[in-house]
């Protein structure tokens, strides 16, 4: 709902710039005359394409020789609670079905960028070995620069956020950056990204919101809460995994994700519109 309780702040304010264009549509329809959408952006040399030889030699070295013809999917977020990683953990377990009972085989890895000891959320090692899964699961712990992370993207056919809300989602955009298709939940700012809002058309794969739960704190007294359901991320999942075994399907789904990235959310389209 219209988060009538942040009104002072608006009514106090000059201009409202905002980086999701969910926020925007909201804000704009109480102060049409001084709110904007300006998207969030990245430089273009921070994520950005490598070369196939390139990728496939990384992937090796960082997953290992049995895993070269493995479908990657990436998750980056911080272990807790607002980033079901159960929640992803559970839905690629269900994949991992899927592509066992109609393939034969389960040549999948998921890596997880992040730490899964966080206080903030479960034991993402449990979680694993509970769901069987701890083979196929690729723990990424160390803090990486840029050119180490937009390997990983690189290394991806996905990147994968099914937050239950998200401001905008940053990692989605830098995978986005590199080329790297998204499945991700059409909440907050990750709408604007999955969805083409030229056409309606997918990045990659956008999932429906099947639950929604008004939640709230003293602070915040109200807002919505997000829910996917596991079984249409994994779905999704496998969806993508059969588009990606035809290479000009492939390549042609690159193409459109790094076209749309670069030109909806472009560093100086962003610097221009401020």
Same mark, same amino acid.
Not at 254 to 270: C, D, I, Q
């Given at each position: 709902? +219209?988060?009538?309780?942040?009104?002072?702040?608006?009514?106090?304010?000059d201009q409202i710039n905002c980086?999701?264009? $969910? *926020?925007?549509? $909201?804000?704009?329809? @109480?102060?049409?005359?001084?709110?904007?959408?300006?998207?969030?952006?990245?430089?273009?040399?921070?994520?950005?394409?490598?070369?196939?030889? /390139?990728?496939?030699?990384?992937?090796? !070295?960082?997953?290992?020789?049995?895993?070269?013809?493995? &479908?990657?999917?990436?998750?980056?977020?911080?272990?807790?609670?607002?980033?079901?990683?159960?929640?992803?953990?559970?839905?690629?377990?269900?994949? =991992?079905?899927?592509?066992?009972?109609?393939?034969?085989?389960?040549?999948?890895?998921?890596?997880?960028?992040? /730490?899964?000891?966080?206080?903030?959320?479960?034991?993402?090692?449990? *979680?694993?070995? $509970? =769901?069987?899964?701890?083979?196929?699961?690729? &723990?990424?712990?160390?803090?990486?620069? +840029?050119?180490?992370?937009?390997?990983?993207?690189?290394?991806?056919?996905?990147?994968?956020?099914?937050? &239950?809300?998200?401001?905008?989602?940053?990692?989605?955009?830098?995978?986005? $950056?590199?080329?790297?298709?998204?499945?991700?939940?059409?909440?907050?700012?990750?709408?604007?990204?999955?969805?083409?809002?030229?056409?309606?058309? /997918? !990045?990659?794969?956008?999932?429906?919101?099947?639950? @929604?739960?008004?939640?709230?704190?003293?602070?915040v007294p109200y807002i919505y809460?997000? %829910?996917?359901?596991? %079984?249409?991320?994994?779905?999704g999942m496998f969806k993508l &995994?059969?588009? #990606?075994?035809?290479?000009?399907?492939?390549?042609?789904?690159?193409?459109?994700?790094?076209?749309?990235?670069?030109? /909806?959310?472009? %560093?100086?389209?962003?610097? #221009?519109?401020?």
């Open positions: 709902p +219209f988060p009538e309780f942040n009104r002072f702040y608006y009514d106090a304010t980086h999701s264009h $969910m *926020t925007y549509t $909201m804000i704009k329809e @109480k102060y049409p005359n001084k709110t904007n959408f300006i998207p969030h952006a990245l430089p273009d040399n921070l994520f950005h394409p490598i070369s196939a030889e /390139e990728s496939k030699i990384h992937k090796v !070295n960082l997953l290992g020789e049995d895993r070269k013809d493995d &479908f990657v999917g990436i998750w980056v977020n911080r272990n807790a609670k607002r980033k079901r990683p159960n929640d992803v953990l559970l839905s690629f377990s269900k994949f =991992l079905k899927l592509l066992d009972k109609r393939e034969g085989h389960k040549k999948a890895t998921l890596i997880m960028h992040t /730490e899964p000891t966080d206080q903030e959320g479960p034991n993402l090692f449990a *979680t694993a070995e $509970m =769901l069987g899964i701890q083979d196929n699961v690729f &723990f990424s712990r160390d803090r990486l620069d +840029f050119e180490k992370m937009n390997v990983l993207y690189n290394i991806s056919d996905y990147c994968l956020n099914i937050s &239950f809300a998200e401001g905008f989602g940053l990692t989605t955009l830098e995978a986005m $950056m590199t080329g790297t298709p998204i499945i991700a939940a059409k909440t907050g700012g990750l709408t604007r990204q999955v969805v083409d809002h030229r056409n309606n058309t /997918e !990045n990659g794969i956008a999932l429906d919101i099947k639950t @929604k739960s008004l939640v709230g704190s003293q602070s809460e997000d %829910y996917v359901d596991d %079984y249409d991320v994994a779905k &995994f059969k588009h #990606n075994k035809s290479e000009k399907k492939k390549l042609a789904l690159k193409n459109k994700v790094l076209n749309y990235a670069r030109r /909806e959310f472009s %560093y100086e389209k962003t610097v #221009n519109l401020w």
